[in-house]
């Protein structure tokens, strides 16, 4: 059973990777070279290639064990893909700590690691997907003090009542970055912690 749920997990990982690489693909492709009308039809073929390619190839992937340099490609790709649909706001991007964490959790309870590999483990991991939402957040922050409507930006969806300066704009950035790293760290940490003994855990 456990086996099952770690599979459907992966699946749910891996899945959308395919529709949403060519949903993109072929709007980006549709935009630079041909006319706009087009954008939307070859979009939309370029997400049911990717949803034909899973239906083929996708229960083959999760029968063989992906190498971590493909899941670090997985994790980047997300990272981004995040990134983009929440318009430079990494928030969100605190989150994919915990599917990271999970993959690697499973490969540990696989191979029946000790405890001290779990630990060891369990931080690398963290301080890997911590150093990817820095640069992302690193990149919302420059977008924050670059563009010019930020200081409207925030006064308008916070509902305040003064005006937000530079300053404010600065420590608002350190220190919920701050938050944000502190706890992707955590939440990855944790992710894979909890998956090992999840799945290392007798029936």
Request: aromatic share 10%; net charge positive; charged share 10%.
């Amino acid at each position: 059973m456990k086996i099952n749920l770690e599979r459907f997990a992966l699946g749910l990982i891996l899945a959308p990777l395919a529709p949403l690489a060519g949903l993109l693909s072929g709007w980006w492709a549709a935009y630079a070279w041909l006319p706009e009308t087009w954008i939307p039809f070859v979009a939309l073929t370029g997400l049911l290639v990717g949803v034909v390619v899973d239906i083929f190839m996708l229960k083959k992937l999760l029968e063989r064990r992906l190498s971590l340099l493909l899941w670090v490609a997985v994790f980047l790709f997300y990272s981004v893909g995040v990134f983009g649909f929440s318009m430079g706001v990494p928030v969100l991007n605190t989150a994919l700590a915990i599917p990271a964490g999970f993959v690697i959790g499973s490969r540990l309870a696989a191979e029946k690691a000790d405890r001290l590999r779990v630990r060891k483990t369990a931080q690398r991991t963290a301080w890997f997907t911590t150093a990817v939402l820095a640069l992302i957040c690193a990149a919302s922050a420059l977008i924050a003090l670059v563009s010019s409507s930020t200081a409207n930006d925030l006064q308008g969806m916070l509902g305040l009542g003064f005006e937000v300066t530079q300053g404010m704009i600065i420590g608002l950035i350190l220190a919920g970055g701050a938050g944000l790293l502190a706890a992707g760290w955590g939440l990855s940490f944790a992710s894979v912690r909890l998956t090992f003994s999840f799945l290392q855990r007798k029936v």
